[in-house]
């Protein structure tokens, strides 16, 4: 079944043009986590151009959208999920690349369902909104709109190729410290500094990160100090990011850092309370078997690569992670000098390495989906492992 290297190029030739309209009106239309209304109404309105029968809002979620080609979905076959991210960050436009990954999902999936007949899975084309802060999968997955997929698949905009974008476990704690108020100068005696609760707590995670193990991270702000010097602040708040290796040392983190909070309240006197903005991201589980089929991919592609480094950032990638596999190779954008998440990346998105990433990310996904279409013990192996792992009360293996 495999079409070929020289064939694969004639083949998403023919949406290369379609993937760079895209690509373009994306960089030109940034929309912010949650609020992609417009860039939902585009995407679905190509789609559905090209014949796909449009589910949208897909579980619920809004600016989401799942699109089915409908001679496909006659034959009822096992089902895989190419998925598109398209929220763009506040101030720094797509930074991410999801403007070329989008693209490169979108066009994959079009030549995949053009080329291949008799390809043995249904290849929908799942648009998952609201990434980049709220975890827009996750609200997805608590309606089912994951659960019928033998895997799903996305690529990364980077600086390098690597075979899979290695991420954290990750969640959050806003704690707000209480006191009293007091004048500072006429009766500071009868106040309580909350802002010396912050103050102190910083230092307490300060003096605990000697004691973390590798790959755990705590970083934070503080929200609210007070408003004025001449009043003692009744209110003060930290707001912090906690990141581990696995989900399951990410609670232990948590309770950590909850510790700490409660014990600089104490020595100052005051009150505590913590609450959580956002929901808990999971880790991605790099297994074998999964890595050495997109590094065959790459190397058969002729594109040069490194090792998946140290885990870096976090994602809802890995909650939908843990219910299917989930491939995640990195494309790079052959310019190693601009940082991810950076204004300098967003630019770069509109340039000849932004349709790089999306020609080249087109191409790694068709080659997955096509190798384990050819090999269907490929994917048994895959799901094994990938059910060990996540069955597994210990992973800290990874």
């Given at each position: 079944?495999?079409?070929?290297?020289?064939?694969?190029?004639?083949?998403?030739?023919?949406?290369?043009?379609?993937?760079?309209?895209?690509?373009?009106?994306?960089?030109?239309?940034?929309?912010?986590?949650?609020?992609?209304?417009?860039?939902?109404?585009?995407?679905?309105?190509?789609?559905?151009?090209?014949?796909?029968?449009?589910?949208?809002?897909?579980a619920?979620?809004?600016?989401?959208?799942?699109?089915?080609?409908?001679?496909?979905?006659?034959?009822?076959?096992?089902?895989?999920a190419?998925?598109?991210?398209?929220?763009?960050?506040?101030?720094?436009?797509?930074?991410?690349?999801?403007?070329?990954?989008?693209?490169?999902?979108?066009?994959?999936a079009?030549?995949?369902?053009?080329?291949?007949?008799?390809?043995?899975?249904?290849?929908?084309?799942?648009?998952?909104?609201?990434?980049?802060?709220?975890?827009?999968k996750?609200?997805m997955?608590?309606?089912?709109?994951?659960?019928?997929?033998?895997?799903?698949?996305?690529?990364?905009?980077?600086?390098?190729?690597?075979?899979?974008?290695?991420?954290?476990?990750?969640?959050?704690?806003?704690?707000?410290f209480?006191?009293?108020?007091?004048?500072?100068?006429?009766?500071?005696?009868?106040?309580?500094?909350?802002?010396?609760?912050?103050?102190?707590?910083?230092?307490?995670?300060?003096?605990?990160?000697?004691?973390?193990?590798?790959?755990?991270?705590?970083?934070?702000?503080?929200?609210?100090?007070?408003?004025?010097?001449?009043?003692?602040?009744e209110?003060?708040?930290?707001?912090?990011?906690?990141?581990?290796?696995?989900?399951?040392?990410?609670?232990?983190?948590?309770?950590?850092?909850?510790?700490?909070?409660?014990?600089?309240?104490?020595?100052?006197?005051?009150?505590?309370?913590?609450?959580?903005?956002?929901?808990?991201?999971?880790?991605?589980?790099?297994?074998?078997?999964?890595?050495?089929?997109?590094?065959?991919?790459?190397?058969?592609?002729?594109f040069?690569?490194?090792?998946?480094?140290?885990?870096?950032?976090?994602?809802?990638?890995?909650?939908?992670?843990?219910?299917?596999?989930?491939?995640n190779?990195?494309?790079?954008?052959?310019?190693?000098?601009?940082?991810?998440?950076?204004?300098?990346?967003?630019?770069?998105?509109k340039?000849?390495?932004?349709?790089?990433?999306?020609?080249?990310?087109?191409?790694?996904?068709?080659?997955?989906?096509?190798?384990?279409?050819?090999?269907?013990?490929?994917?048994?192996?895959?799901?094994?492992?990938?059910?060990?792992?996540?069955?597994?009360?210990?992973?800290?293996?990874?």
């Amino acid at each position: 079944m495999f079409q070929g290297v020289s064939n694969m190029k004639k083949i998403l030739e023919k949406y290369r043009d379609k993937g760079q309209e895209i690509l373009d009106w994306l960089n030109e239309h940034p929309e912010v986590s949650g609020q992609e209304k417009k860039t939902c109404e585009y995407l679905t309105g190509i789609l559905k151009d090209y014949g796909y029968r449009i589910i949208s809002p897909r579980a619920r979620m809004k600016y989401s959208f799942c699109a089915i080609h409908p001679e496909k979905e006659k034959q009822n076959l096992p089902k895989i999920a190419v998925l598109c991210e398209y929220d763009a960050m506040e101030g720094v436009g797509h930074g991410c690349g999801h403007s070329a990954t989008c693209a490169a999902s979108i066009i994959s999936a079009l030549a995949l369902n053009d080329a291949q007949a008799d390809l043995p899975f249904q290849v929908d084309i799942v648009g998952t909104p609201n990434e980049e802060i709220g975890g827009g999968k996750i609200k997805m997955m608590e309606h089912g709109a994951f659960n019928e997929y033998e895997f799903a698949i996305v690529t990364q905009a980077y600086p390098t190729n690597e075979p899979c974008f290695t991420t954290l476990a990750s969640n959050d704690l806003l704690i707000d410290f209480y006191g009293k108020q007091a004048h500072s100068s006429v009766n500071p005696w009868e106040g309580i500094n909350a802002l010396n609760g912050v103050q102190l707590f910083f230092h307490a995670l300060d003096m605990m990160r000697i004691t973390l193990r590798e790959g755990d991270q705590v970083h934070g702000v503080i929200l609210d100090g007070g408003k004025i010097p001449n009043v003692i602040p009744e209110k003060a708040t930290a707001y912090v990011y906690l990141r581990a290796k696995t989900l399951n040392r990410l609670m232990e983190l948590k309770q950590k850092v909850i510790n700490c909070a409660e014990g600089c309240a104490k020595a100052v006197e005051n009150r505590v309370n913590y609450s959580q903005r956002n929901p808990d991201y999971a880790e991605v589980f790099v297994g074998k078997e999964k890595n050495k089929i997109v590094c065959d991919v790459l190397e058969e592609l002729g594109f040069q690569w490194n090792s998946t480094s140290v885990a870096r950032g976090s994602s809802d990638i890995g909650n939908l992670d843990v219910l299917i596999p989930v491939f995640n190779p990195m494309i790079s954008t052959g310019v190693e000098e601009v940082p991810l998440y950076s204004r300098e990346f967003s630019d770069l998105m509109k340039t000849d390495a932004g349709t790089r990433v999306m020609v080249n990310g087109a191409k790694v996904i068709m080659r997955i989906i096509e190798k384990l279409s050819e090999n269907k013990e490929l994917i048994d192996a895959v799901k094994k492992e990938h059910a060990d792992y996540r069955s597994s009360k210990n992973t800290e293996k990874q």
